[in-house]
């Protein structure tokens, strides 16, 4: 936005009016109308070359004026509104049709997959409801079965195709979980025990002791979501257990929140991949290297879900010795809603 750019936008018309200078000048010359008086062609020049670079200058300012906003969005590579636009010339008349134009075919691609994504999510919720009929009908025909052995083996591959048809469900819901969010205040005791509860059958198959710790404390949240949450986080205690396990679960208590920790002494995670673990579709070397194939996806989500319940989600390990996952709930709540369960 600057002199050069505006003279080579006007080059045209800047050569314009010299001809036109030139050829008053010349037409003066040729019919010796000011004979023996040049001074008087020189002083019109003067006068003729003044108000043009009054003019010239006036339309400078009004132009940088005009456009120097949109030209600062585009220098910060931002998007530009049709609010910027705030004129009523013909290249603004323009912008402002491409910028409706460009919006309109935005929020119609936006209706259609937001459509698609409800249709796929409303697809997922089905299946599931559907495939936990069987999931159950399993579990009552394990209780007729007399070998014990057996019936533990079955009911243990059953648990786990539990867990992964919940994760589906949640899974398909943490890209809009915006939408399915209650902040309620809730004991965190409460929601530990219930997380302990779910996962019973798995904890006590693999020898895993809990210890409880300092939970006396209420935090703000959705118990749905933070629920799933400790259900991943309680998985993979499981899955990367040693022997002698076990999952400590303690809380800590500051001015700005409260901070529930979740320690097991389990394989741990490798230095190289603590700064990946949250990232989508990743495995780090203990999902390639255990008889549990991870899908990378479980804690990508979990991180998802406290962002967007405005929790700070951390975790700390040193390999073959421990992992300490810390959840931090404000004491504040930013929500407007909150209902005492």
């Known amino acids: 936005m600057n002199l050069k750019r505006f003279?080579?936008?006007?080059?045209?018309?800047?050569?314009?009016?010299?001809?036109?200078?030139?050829?008053?000048?010349?037409?003066?010359?040729?019919?010796?109308l000011l004979k023996n008086r040049m001074e008087e062609i020189y002083y019109l020049d003067a006068i003729l070359i003044f108000?043009?670079?009054?003019?010239?200058?006036?339309?400078?300012v009004r132009w940088k004026e005009r456009f120097s906003e949109l030209y600062e969005i585009i220098e910060e590579d931002n998007d530009i509104n049709i609010s910027n636009i705030k004129g009523y010339s013909l290249e603004e008349e323009i912008m402002a049709y491409i910028i409706n134009k460009k919006d309109n075919n935005y929020s119609k691609v936006l209706d259609i997959k937001d459509t698609q994504i409800k249709d796929m999510e409303e697809y997922?919720?089905?299946w599931v409801h559907e495939i936990k009929l069987p999931i159950s009908a399993i579990s009552m025909i394990l209780e007729r079965i007399d070998d014990a052995?057996?019936?533990?083996?079955?009911?243990?591959?059953?648990?786990?195709?539990?867990?992964l048809v919940n994760s589906v469900i949640y899974g398909s819901r943490a890209t809009a979980?915006?939408?399915?969010?209650?902040?309620?205040?809730?004991k965190l005791q409460d929601v530990i025990k219930q997380a302990i509860k779910n996962n019973a059958f798995m904890l006590i198959r693999n020898n895993i002791e809990i210890k409880l710790e300092n939970l006396e404390h209420y935090i703000f949240t959705d118990k749905k979501w933070i629920l799933y949450v400790l259900d991943q986080l309680i998985n993979n205690s499981i899955k990367y257990s040693k022997e002698n396990a076990e999952i400590k679960f303690y809380g800590e208590e500051s001015d700005k929140y409260i901070c529930l920790n979740i320690r097991d002494n389990g394989i741990g995670i490798a230095t190289e991949d603590l700064e990946r673990i949250f990232n989508k579709g990743f495995t780090g070397t203990n999902g390639r290297n255990t008889r549990y194939k991870s899908t990378g996806m479980g804690l990508y989500f979990s991180k998802k879900i406290l962002n967007k319940l405005g929790n700070?989600?951390?975790v700390y390990s040193v390999k073959n010795e421990y992992t300490l996952f810390k959840i931090k709930f404000n004491k504040i709540s930013e929500f407007t809603t909150i209902t005492k369960m």
Request: net charge negative; glycine share 0%.
């Open 7 to 32: 003279i080579k936008e006007n080059i045209r018309s800047i050569l314009f009016n010299i001809s036109i200078v030139l050829f008053i000048n010349i037409y003066f010359l040729v019919l010796n």
């Open 51 to 60: 108000i043009y670079i009054c003019v010239f200058i006036i339309k400078y």
């Open 124 to 126: 997922i919720s089905k």
């Open 149 to 163: 052995e057996i019936s533990t083996e079955i009911k243990n591959e059953t648990e786990k195709i539990n867990f």
């Open 177 to 186: 979980a915006a939408e399915d969010i209650f902040i309620s205040e809730v």
């Open 312 to 314: 700070s989600f951390e």
